[in-house]
């Protein structure tokens, strides 16, 4: 009996003292990082009406270089009151509004003309459930390149059965050889991409201005904000009496431009208007509590306004998973 135990307490030393000489072997390793973000595409409704934003990408902007009529120290105070930066990351959105009998898209981001950074725009579109083909009339707030630049890819069409509409002044201005070549050389490219972007569409016969404050398709109504472009046109989107306000560049910056509208952007065209039509359309905005979108805005860019002073006040829109 005694044997037994002293053979059992020798087997039970054997088996620790093997695994302790068992030679260490290296920690697993984690999981490799992602480094991406979702597919960029958030949804609601405005009444009836489905709205899908859409990103195309972001990109780092100078602010301090792009802002106009604010002191560098304004500018760090307000900035860090948002968390923010400068250089900051900015959002490029544009907005797919489904009617029902109509599927309007509003801006098309950068294409491939501002680098890797964007170019999203269809490919998320795709996520969303649709095809570029799909698409029966794309709206341009304005013919900057980051707006409209997506409408073609290696020279072609991408959205090949819609019918592209802007302003008749933006048009006017931007897709005008003359304007072009008295334009200053910073400001030459967004001709030439305004031009390129805009071929197949004008040879096809699928381009057709309009004038503004008019009713484009039940539900969906271009109101004339010019100021940041000579044409620059807001969306109004109404259904069962819900709103939403599309508004292109009318700001840039949030974090700077909603607490003081009269804060400008060094590419707008004509200060001094922009500021007004910003102010315009963010008191309408608050007074109705209109939804509002923004280019630019923190995607999905959705959100609502409220009057603070002499200025006013972001709240991004609540998540919703519900239709």
Not at 52 to 80: E, R
Not at 168 to 180: F, Q, S, T, V
Not at 235 to 241: H, K, Q, T
Request: hydrophobic share 40%; net charge negative; charged share 15%.
């Amino acid at each position: 009996m005694r044997n037994r135990s002293q053979h059992a307490r020798f087997l039970a030393l054997a088996c620790v003292l093997a695994i302790t000489l068992l030679p260490s072997r290296p920690a697993e390793s984690a999981a490799p990082q992602q480094l991406t973000q979702a597919p960029g595409y958030y949804r609601l409704k405005v009444g009836k009406i489905e709205v899908t934003a859409l990103n195309d990408g972001s990109f780092m902007m100078p602010v301090g270089q792009m802002l106009k009529g604010i002191s560098a120290d304004a500018l760090h105070a307000a900035l860090t009151r948002a968390f923010l930066t400068d250089p900051m990351e900015l959002s490029d959105n544009g907005f797919l509004i489904n009617t029902g009998t109509h599927l309007v898209l509003v801006d098309t981001g950068s294409g491939a003309f501002y680098g890797p950074s964007f170019g999203r725009l269809a490919e998320n579109l795709k996520a969303a459930g649709y095809t570029p083909e799909q698409v029966d009339e794309v709206y341009i707030t304005h013919m900057h390149a980051d707006h409209l630049g997506g409408l073609v890819a290696n020279g072609k069409a991408v959205f090949t059965h819609a019918v592209v509409r802007a302003a008749e002044a933006e048009g006017d201005y931007w897709l005008d050889p003359k304007n072009a070549e008295a334009a200053p050389t910073e400001s030459k490219g967004f001709f030439s991409i305004a031009s390129q972007s805009m071929s197949p569409y004008i040879a096809a016969g699928r381009y057709k201005p309009f004038k503004t404050d008019i009713e484009l398709v039940p539900g969906v109504r271009a109101i004339n904000t010019p100021g940041h472009t000579p044409g620059h046109t807001a969306y109004l989107v109404s259904s069962e009496g819900e709103s939403l306000i599309l508004w292109g560049d009318l700001m840039h910056v949030a974090a700077v431009q909603v607490p003081d509208p009269t804060i400008a952007f060094l590419y707008d065209v004509e200060s001094q208007a922009a500021n007004a039509q910003r102010i315009r359309i963010f008191s309408e905005a608050a007074s109705k509590r209109s939804l509002v979108g923004g280019a630019h805005l923190p995607f999905p860019g959705l959100g609502h306004l409220r009057a603070n002073g002499s200025g006013f006040e972001y709240a991004p829109t609540n998540y919703t998973t519900l239709q």
